[in-house]
């Protein structure tokens, strides 16, 4: 029951997956998407970095005295504000003419007009452009390096009337502009940003895509990417690859160029809404979010071009993400019923299922317990066989000494006992009585037993010492006399070590009463640090 409970439940989930997740993307755009995001995301920081520059340029302008230096930064400021504001543009063209005209400069007062008709080419207003270049600008009364600018702003008003398709050509006498465009060919140095840009601009407009796009990447790699002209620059290369029907390069070249736009702060721009309209089909969530982002820098920058060409791809994204939406909301209701129709077999799966769990959980915490039990007897097995090992190295090592002492013993007891025939048999009897009085060789034997019990003790645990000692307290720790490898005390304790705990045993082997046995360990008990059945236990566990 449970079993049949989840695949229903996995294949509800699938099919609600399959109708709302949104087709897996070509990592190449999948990477340059995130890369957009991320630009998108640092915006606020590009703001107030911009802002501030706003800011420094604002206060340098009401501290300037000279004309040069308030024309210059009047300048800078149309510049900032062109791409991010249009009514701020206009107003610093304005403070810019006024400056100009406070000086009588008549080639400032030009320069304003010409920018104050470029940008109101831009923004849609094309009578209004119309009328300020060619009324309020007469272009036989230019110097020489106003001459670009002049006409940059009459293609720039021609270019967006044929682009939009206005029908409103005719009302104005502007030549085509591919005209203005050979003328500015001439003007531009050739070596310039300006020049390349136009004659690709011009190569493009004669259909010559494939040398246009030769000649654009080119420049694509002399500029920096993070720059307003390399946004530009990948835009044209974007309607390059849509003209050779490039789908794939072309979107990605649209998201490259939004992105050095987002980098830069500009407010007016066209890639985004590019990038939205051709994610329709492929990502609705992130096509939405865009045009609404474009749709809110358009409201921004307040030209009435933009939105009006933004809202043509709004209404189509809006209605398919509202499919996507209602799609979405259908299949929701119908997982709904179902799960409601399941509720009361999940219930009693539910119930089931909680009911194995604690009988697992039961069996989890037997076994448990049972390995505890298994791993606590493997280790004592383990701690029996590590003693049994030592028990036996310690017995072979002892057997080893035991034999040898009684060899060495035998041999003794033979000497002495052919000494005492010998004189016995030429009747020396008072001899042999007076060599016995004076022999040491007990005193001499108990010596050698000691050292030999030493050496081989401190040979199965050369760290006894160290470790007896620290068990003890400070002042009560056992310093040995030069020469002496153990004294009584230690060697009482190293056969307690060896497994001989019996008094009267010890007694016997070290030639002492049980009473100085007794007294040796009361002594050394009284100067342990640790109470008496641990220090037992301790002295055991010397290795």
């Known amino acids: ?8 439940l996995l294949t509800m989930c699938f099919c609600m997956a399959c109708n709302s997740i949104p087709q897996k993307l070509p990592a190449p755009l999948s990477k340059a ?20 520059r706003i800011n420094a340029l604002k206060s340098s302008f009401q501290i300037a005295r000279s004309y040069q230096d308030r024309f210059a930064l009047a300048r ?19 403070i810019c003419r006024s400056v100009a005209q406070k000086a009588n400069r008549p080639n400032g007062i030009a320069w304003t007009t010409i920018k104050q008709g470029e940008i109101l080419a831009n923004a849609g207003y094309y009578t209004e452009s119309y009328y300020v270049l060619s009324e309020q600008v007469d272009s036989t009364a230019l110097p020489d390096y106003l001459l670009p600018d002049y006409y940059y702003s009459l293609y720039r008003l021609a270019d967006n009337i044929v682009e939009n398709s206005l029908g409103c050509e005719g009302n104005l006498h502007l030549d085509n502009p591919q005209t203005y465009m050979e003328k500015l060919l001439q003007l531009y140095p050739e070596d310039s940003y300006d020049w390349k840009y136009m004659h690709i601009s011009l190569l493009a407009s004669q259909q010559q895509f494939e040398k246009a796009r030769i000649e654009n990447a080119a420049l694509l790699g002399s500029i920096d990417k993070k720059s307003h002209p390399y946004a530009k620059s990948a835009w044209v290369e974007s309607v390059l690859c849509d003209s050779l029907g490039l789908e794939s390069e072309k979107i990605l070249w649209e998201v490259t160029s939004a992105k050095a736009d987002f ?23 992130r096509s939405f979010r865009y045009i609404q982002m474009a749709l809110e820098d358009a409201v921004f920058y307040n030209a009435k071009l933009r939105p009006w060409k933004i809202s043509h791809y709004l209404i189509r994204i809006q209605r398919a993400y509202e499919q996507t939406v209602l799609k979405n909301s259908r299949w929701l209701k119908v997982f709904t019923l179902c799960l409601t129709l399941l509720a009361p077999l999940l219930i009693a799966s ?8 604690r009988s697992a959980t039961r069996s989890k915490k037997d076994l448990n317990r049972l390995n505890n039990h298994l791993t606590e007897a493997y280790s004592e097995l383990q701690r029996a066989n590590a003693d049994l090992s030592e028990a036996n190295s310690i017995k072979e090592q002892y057997i080893g000494l035991f034999l040898s002492q009684l060899s060495e013993n035998i041999n003794k007891i033979k000497a002495i006992e052919s000494n005492v025939i010998k004189q016995l048999r030429y009747g020396k009897v008072d001899q042999l009585l007076k060599e016995m009085i004076a022999s040491t060789t007990v005193e001499e034997e108990i010596d050698a037993f000691y050292d030999s019990f030493d050496t081989s003790f401190l040979a199965i645990f050369p760290n006894f010492v160290e470790q007896f000692n620290s068990l003890l307290e400070e002042s009560s720790k056992i310093v040995l006399k030069k020469g002496e490898k153990l004294n009584t005390e230690l060697r009482i304790f190293a056969l307690i070590r060896l497994g001989i705990e019996d008094s009267n045993t010890i007694a016997d082997l070290l030639k002492y009463s049980v009473r100085t046995i007794y007294n040796y360990k009361v002594k050394i008990r009284k100067a342990a640090r640790i109470p008496r059945e641990k220090f037992n236990k301790k002295i055991h566990e010397i290795g």
């Open 263 to 285: 980098i830069n702060v500009v407010k007016d721009y066209a890639s985004l809404t590019l990038v939205a309209k051709d994610l329709i089909d492929i990502d609705i969530d």
């Open 1 to 8: 029951m449970i079993k049949l409970t989840i695949r229903i």
């Open 33 to 52: 998407l995130e890369e957009l995001d991320a630009s998108i995301a640092s915006r606020p920081e590009q703001e107030y970095r911009k802002q501030e």
């Open 350 to 357: 539910v119930i089931l299922l909680a009911k194995m769990m």
């Open 76 to 94: 800078n400021l149309v510049e900032e504000y062109s791409p991010y504001n249009f009514d701020s543009t206009l107003a610093w063209i304005g």
